[in-house]
């Protein structure tokens, strides 16, 4: 391995400091809103299909945005990007707080993303050329803490929030925080970079946000309209289309926008594979536990985000822990510990009942929660090691984008799972009901078993959805038992040309 590979930058704590809690405020910002969608809703009388765009337009940002970020940070130094993204942030922070209709709220939440989506793979290409191997996974473990204690918070926050205060305190809360930090940023980043003469394949730019913006609209919206609407199945179509023209235009460009060829390094693709499937397994319990427990048990939403904050918390605890074993054990026993934990909760899950206690949900959660913190991190961390260093921004930036493709995915199939198998457990509940009604009953005590039919059937469709996210968390266990040790591999550029130059020499 040449020097120039294995060199690295000497962290420098302070700007990694800086970075991390510019981060931290974008993931915490990504979800205050849950919580505050119907407050909005009411607030500027705005449907649910359309109120939420603000987490699907901040999304489709995400998707568009993140694959351009590793020409970006080939192309400028990390204090122009950080600044650049920081900036953004803050002023469609800003622009949200001060919305007195849906349209401003919404460019407000946009501008947001644009500058969330270049954050967290800046971040991370930073984490990866400051540290060396053997020290990366506890390094990435404290970078798992900044993102899980952002979510961890965000609920529990904003119900309280929401409680105590109008849903724009949400982001004035966050604005003086987001321009201490861009103040920071400022005076505190002071790196250099040699100039790089690469430009901006503007048909590749094209290419990759209608194929990757198509994907995620088309499964996110596939919950709501369902799978025979034309909005879902004809953006899938042209994304799944234009991403082929993509990525076969990226094969024979020079300097590609997104470079395909780290999937020729097979710990990167097995780790992106399994966290890809992971993270379909993941959204179930963050989008049917909150169902559940809101609309079935009718417990309130500040309730409903501190039964989630102890798993949230255990998560982000565990990050850096598991970094640090990770760099002692390596990936494969973290994962297959942590991916056999998982599976059987979520099989558990797939068990609830109108009883189910509150603290044993909290405890299940929690447990689930250890087991994917064991997994996500050490995982990620294995496959982007075996990684040249000059593909990190090219393999930090394909695992950002492929979460964004794969929550979408796994939001939309198990919602479907959830809707239509509530629909013929209804159905089939409500004709045994009725086999056991004698008379005619009254208007009152029909509209009794249909509201218990119903709920029961949204139980049961909770239920079954969980035992699908219980094989989709099965498939990424049986992917982990592959999982190998690595070595940063050679730089074929680079071995190339120390080939050549051993030519030349013995030529002479």
């Not at 505190?188 to 394949?201: G, P, R, W």
């Not at 039919?453 to 989709?472: E, K, P, R, Y």
């Amino acid at each position: 391995m040449t020097a120039t590979t294995t060199k690295q930058i000497q962290p420098k704590y302070g700007i990694l400091a800086v970075l991390m809690v510019g981060a931290f405020i974008a993931f915490l910002n990504n979800t205050l809103l849950n919580i505050a969608l119907p407050s909005m809703m009411v607030d500027l009388e705005v449907e649910p299909a359309t109120v939420q765009w603000l987490t699907t337009g901040y999304m489709l940002v995400n998707g568009i945005l993140i694959p351009a970020t590793a020409f970006l940070i080939e192309k400028y130094t990390v204090r122009r990007l950080f600044l650049v993204a920081m900036g953004l942030f803050t002023i469609g922070t800003l622009l949200a707080g001060v919305a007195h209709v849906f349209p401003v709220l919404l460019a407000g939440r946009m501008i947001q993303a644009s500058g969330s989506a270049i954050m967290m793979p800046l971040l991370m290409n930073v984490m990866l050329v400051s540290f060396p191997v053997e020290k990366r996974g506890a390094a990435m473990g404290v970078f798992g803490l900044i993102l899980m204690a952002a979510p961890a918070i965000g609920p529990t926050l904003s119900g309280w929030i929401i409680e105590h205060y109008d849903w724009r305190m949400l982001f004035h809360f966050i604005t003086p925080i987001a321009v201490t930090v861009f103040l920071l940023g400022f005076f505190l980043l002071k790196d250099k970079k040699e100039k790089v003469n690469i430009h901006l394949d503007i048909l590749s730019l094209a290419l990759s946000s209608i194929g990757f913006g198509g994907l995620l609209y088309g499964f996110s919206s596939a919950g709501n309209k369902g799978w025979d609407s034309p909005h879902v199945y004809a953006t899938i179509a042209i994304g799944a289309v234009s991403l082929l023209v993509f990525i076969l235009r990226q094969s024979k460009l020079e300097r590609p926008m997104l470079n395909f060829k780290v999937f020729q390094y097979p710990m990167f693709a097995l780790s992106s594979s399994i966290t890809m499937v992971l993270n379909m397994a993941l959204f179930s319990g963050m989008l049917l536990i909150p169902i559940y427990v809101q609309t079935i048990r009718g417990i309130s939403p500040l309730d409903a985000g501190l039964l989630m904050l102890p798993g949230a918390l255990v998560m982000a605890i565990m990050s850096p822990i598991t970094g640090r074993l990770f760099d002692k054990f390596g990936g494969r026993v973290l994962a297959t510990s942590g991916l056999m934990i998982t599976v059987v909760t979520t099989y558990l899950f797939s068990q609830l009942t109108q009883d189910t206690s509150y603290t044993n949900l909290i405890i299940l959660n929690s447990i689930r929660m250890f087991g994917m913190s064991m997994v996500m991190m050490p995982v990620s961390t294995n496959g982007l090691n075996q990684l040249p260093a000059r593909y990190y921004p090219h393999g930090t930036a394909m695992n950002n984008t492929l979460n964004q493709v794969s929550g979408a995915i796994g939001t939309a199939v198990l919602v479907t799972i959830m809707s239509n198998r509530t629909v013929t457990h209804t159905t089939e509940l409500m004709q045994e009901a009725m086999k056991n009604v004698t008379g005619q009953p009254t208007e009152e005590v029909l509209a009794q078993i249909q509201q218990q039919v119903t709920m029961q059937g949204m139980l049961q469709g909770i239920n079954d959805a969980f035992f699908v996210a219980t094989f989709i968390a099965a498939a990424a266990l049986v992917l982990a038992f592959f999982i190998k040790r690595v070595t940063q591999a050679e730089d074929p550029q680079e071995e190339a040309s120390s080939t050549k130059k051993v030519a030349v020499a013995a030529g002479n």
